[in-house]
């Protein structure tokens, strides 16, 4: 039936329609929720850095403190007198000696072998779980002392069932002989606690694992002992053999790798455990000094918050494009139809037309006369429009003079400081004239015609910025353009502290324009950000160049208010301005406009995603050529005799 045949056409277009829009707004929400997933990730990244790097300083500072008490205590007099003959002697003075350096030094324990690792004296004599009588000669402390050198280990106290550090060194009765070995060795314990209650301050969780991967320091209490990976039979025969940890069962943390950022860095999960039920970001660093590894865990939950926002502020600006669409789709169905009743007139006027021409013949002169004044007003609107053109290229050559009165503080400043800096070294060298030291008048005159020569490049950059352009379009180095405009603003951005960042490949960009009409744009767009971050605690500027395949985008970026919504329509409109009365004429953003426009590109005004606004330059690209031309900023300044 071809009655119903069209509606049904239109309503399955419709639903076409629909399906299309939400797969877009699908696609758009989850890439803008991969990007922002990949940023806040880096500077969760960052954070975990420094913190991981810092605890690891503060372990290490902790530890080696103490390293050198040992050898300090093993050569005290009093040690080596009661180690001659122990069992003649009373402990008890040595006792309380090793009881006051263990006070004063803030350690566990510290305690005196003899050369069979029999304890002989102890700071800890008084307690019940006293180390004297003990015998330590499997602790591998024992063992490298023994051979003459410092000894260094950690693990869980035999009687105490602490996890501690261990430091020794042997004491020497008599070190002179060929064959000497040493009489003793004298432990110091450092006990841990102190540096994890520190960690617990700290919204991350912190790990410190051994070769094994054995977790022997951790934030939270549940994790320590407890083995990152599963052990096998033949590593738990090991570690029982060497009391390392003593009886402890070691189970495993239950730690999960979700997925892999780096040689250093995963995002892992646990599947039980104090843990469970959230995602970390994991980073690991070495501690080569005493064979561990320290760890980091940051929950991922900014990283999950940040991707969320992104995802809900694409969602919205693409539901606000695809409003804009559906509504210009109506307006061009409304201009159709007005379209079809244009043509139903024009019927009507042909028709009438016939009786029109009986006309024609009367009224020839008067057409005649008319066509006359018509010449005369065409030719009058030529003029106009001439003067037009000439009125612009001076409001575009004001504008620039207008720029450079704003940057007459600056440059003040600029040529100020080698001008006082010319006077210093002149009398320098008049000085050093009288009195015939020619080497020292040189070297003095020399830096004068240094600063001469900076005070003519500034110059020259002004004269650079004020000339009029040309008409013909040539290939323009963006990166250029840039680095000339922020020189002119060198001033303030040094007294408003603004941070420049430069977003844009290491490969020279170019674009087909008129370099001195392009770099008029930026240094108009530079101005009004700086002026828009007056009153910003921390402003940042970023500039940016995105080569396409056949053109370019050019983006300045600020951290200021932004524009208003109301008033993005009206930004490129002529005298129309944000700023307070006497602060602009409102022309700088309409000519920068025009001037684009003439280029054959176009220029965009946003406010950032992260605040702030943003004008884009669209523009064609151009290939660079060979062996690029000087460019007319970087001219030489002239020297006089």
Known sequence: MP??????????????????????LALCMWQTAQVAREQALQALHDDAENELRLSAAGLTGHLSRHDYLPELLASREAVKRFLTAPHRQDPMPLNRLLDRFRATADVSDIYLLDRHA?????????RPDTFIGQNYRFRRYYQEAMQGRQGRFFGLGVQSRERGYYFSAPVWLDDTAPDARPDGVMVLKVLLDAVETSWAEQDAE?????????????????????????????????????????????PPTGIRELERLGPRSRLVAFDDGPLAGRHYLSLRRPMPAFDWQMHILKPLTPVIDAQWLAALLAGGLYGLVALGGGVGWQRHRLRRERERFAERERHTLARARDELERHVEARTRDL???????????EERRRAEAS?????????????????????????????????????YAENARAFIARSRAEAADANLGQIVELTERMAEISAQLRQFSRKSGDSLTAVSVPACFDYALRLFQARLGEGAVEVIRDWPAAETWVRADPVRLEQVLVNLIGNSLQAMGDVPSPRLTLTIAPEEERVRIAVTDTGPGIAEDQLTRIFEPFFTTKSTGSGLGLGLSISARIIDDLGGRLEATNAPEGGARFTIVLPRAEGPEAPPRHSHHEEPSRHA
């Not at 066509?371 to 065409?378: G, H, K, V």
């Open 3 to 24: 009655g119903t045949e069209a509606p049904r056409r239109r309503r399955l277009l419709r639903g076409g329609l629909l399906a299309l829009g939400l797969a877009g």
């Open 118 to 126: 029999d304890t002989l004296a102890a700071s800890n004599w008084h």
């Open 206 to 250: 912190l790990l410190v694992t051994d070769r094994d991967a054995i977790v022997f320091m951790a934030s939270r209490p549940e994790l320590r002992l407890t083995a990152l990976a599963p052990l096998s039979e033949a590593q738990r025969r090991a570690l029982h053999a060497s009391r390392r940890y003593a009886d402890e069962p070691l």
């Open 368 to 378: 005649t006369a008319t066509n006359r004044r018509l010449s005369d007003e065409i």
């Open 388 to 424: 037009l053109r000439e009125t612009r290229d001076e409001l575009v050559q004001a504008a620039k003079l207008a720029v450079l009165g704003q940057l007459a503080a600056g440059i003040n400043h600029e040529l100020n400081q080698p001008l006082a800096a010319i006077r210093a």
